[in-house]
């Protein structure tokens, strides 16, 4: 090793030792809070635990399925522990279900046969007829190609959407916003011309073999077509035999189905205030999610983090001032319902709420907050950085929320969303990969912890 990056790392441990030393230290009485926050999540946080239990003791939990209802219980029962009060809320939420198989193969291709592929039905599509559709693939890349080919060119076929992620960004969900409407408005916009089905290029920023599923939408004033998303690996083969052959064939065949409403709950604890309980600062992720994997990064993750954020402030000795209220939404998924009846009845009660937070972006290391909110609360909020940034919290950035929090942005309550590092959560979002084992258990106790922080600072100092 040379002098000079000797000397180098010398300067890198010193310089850490130092800035947990100053933040140990430090008298602010802020600091210390923090601190406190900290170190009981990274010595005693209960996340990890919490998250292996609604993985592999209840597992995925599509709305309407029993594993839902056992979420409903489970995350009851441990926000009883720790809470001033736990109750339940009661929606109708949407109950698809996938049925016994979801099939497709490329088919007839002169270079390769027939060659089955990797893929899964989007959430909320019907079924294709008994036995399954056979047509010709159509490749478009976005609505302007289809709309050139009109229903001439597309009557009868079955299109592909194949719109990859732009991986120039660095953020992945901006990638993800480029993309989504292909999986959410293509079944219905295909329709509109003829299509016979649609299938769609997964929402991913890789290339692998896992088929992402997802929410569709089905426009009332055109026909109903089944929908599926294709892996990547696949969607890149489709794609070829296309362009050398000049067409290609594919089979698909869904047996799902739409099922009656069925009766949930959002689960939700409270600490009360102390001084302002009719003030209230939520905290919320989503107990639903796909029925494929165990739903550990969307959205168990938030889930267990939103409960933890009222266990730290109980096990730290901070009794919040204002009433911090976690709530777990049920149906953010395929239909919203949760975040829908939540909004509805802080209407109909007039209840106050000074902030909600979102965490639905994954058990990654948390980098920072998007800031829904005033100008002025903003500048506000990043007075605060010099707090957070020895944790690794440094971007605060305009634009947050979430969507079971959504309602209450039209609402005018400022909303905020965890921001953890982006670039792994595409590699599990709505696959079979998204499971326990994926998540760091460090990374998913740190974002706990930065949520709490920052609740801390908003108790304290207020928007």
Not at 326 to 335: C, D, H, P, R, T
Request: aromatic share 8%.
């Amino acid at each position: 090793m040379s002098k000079r990056l000797l000397f180098a790392l010398t300067g890198i441990i010193a310089f850490s030792a130092a800035s947990h030393a100053q933040v140990v230290a430090s008298k602010d009485p802020d600091s210390l809070a923090i601190r406190k926050i900290f170190d009981e999540a990274l010595l005693h946080g209960q996340s990890y635990d919490n998250l292996h239990y609604m993985c592999k003791k209840i597992g995925h939990r599509l709305s309407g399925s029993p594993q839902a209802a056992a979420a409903v219980e489970y995350t009851y029962q441990v926000m009883q522990q720790f809470c001033d009060t736990v109750y339940l809320q009661e929606c109708m939420v949407p109950h698809w279900v996938r049925g016994t198989h979801d099939e497709g193969k490329i088919t007839g291709s002169k270079s390769h046969g027939t060659v089955p592929v990797n893929l899964l039905a989007l959430g909320g599509s019907i079924a294709t007829p008994a036995g399954g559709v056979t047509a010709e693939v159509l490749e478009v890349h976005d609505f302007k190609e289809l709309e050139k080919l009109g229903k001439k060119g597309v009557q009868g076929k079955i299109v592909f959407f194949n719109h990859p992620f732009d991986n120039a960004h660095v953020n992945t969900f901006h990638a993800y916003g480029e993309c989504v409407e292909y999986r959410w408005a293509g079944p219905s916009v295909a329709a509109k011309y003829g299509a016979a089905a649609t299938i769609v290029r997964s929402m991913t920023n890789g290339i692998d073999e896992f088929p992402h599923t997802g929410s569709m939408h089905y426009d009332t004033l055109q026909p109903k077509v089944p929908c599926a998303a294709i892996c990547t690996r696949d969607a890149e083969l489709l794609s070829k035999i296309i362009k050398n052959e000049g067409k290609a064939s594919f089979y698909l065949n869904l047996d799902c189905q739409t099922l009656p409403d069925v009766k949930s709950y959002n689960v939700i604890g409270e600490l009360r205030g102390s001084e302002r309980p009719e003030e209230i600062i939520a905290v919320g992720g989503h107990l639903d999610s796909w029925d494929v994997g165990e739903g550990a990064h969307d959205d168990g993750a938030g889930v267990v983090q939103s409960m933890e954020v009222l266990r730290l402030f109980k096990a730290t000795g901070v009794r919040p001032k204002h009433t911090l209220r976690a709530i777990m939404f049920m149906n953010e998924e395929n239909g919203l319902r949760g975040g829908t009846k939540y909004a509805e009845v802080v209407a109909l009660k007039k209840e106050k709420h000074i902030a909600a937070l979102e965490t639905d972006a994954g058990g990654f290391s948390p980098r920072g907050f998007g800031l829904g909110m005033t100008d002025a609360q903003q500048t506000k909020v990043r007075t605060w950085a010099p707090l957070l940034l020895p944790y690794g919290i440094h971007e605060l950035k305009s634009g947050g929320g979430g969507a079971d929090i959504g309602p209450l942005a039209k609402q005018g309550v400022p909303v905020i969303g965890l921001r953890p590092d982006s670039q792994r959560y595409f590699n599990y979002h709505h696959t079979p990969a998204d499971v326990f084992e994926a998540v760091n258990k460090r990374e998913l106790e740190m974002g706990g912890a930065a949520i709490a922080a920052l609740l801390y600072l908003i108790d304290m100092y207020g928007l």
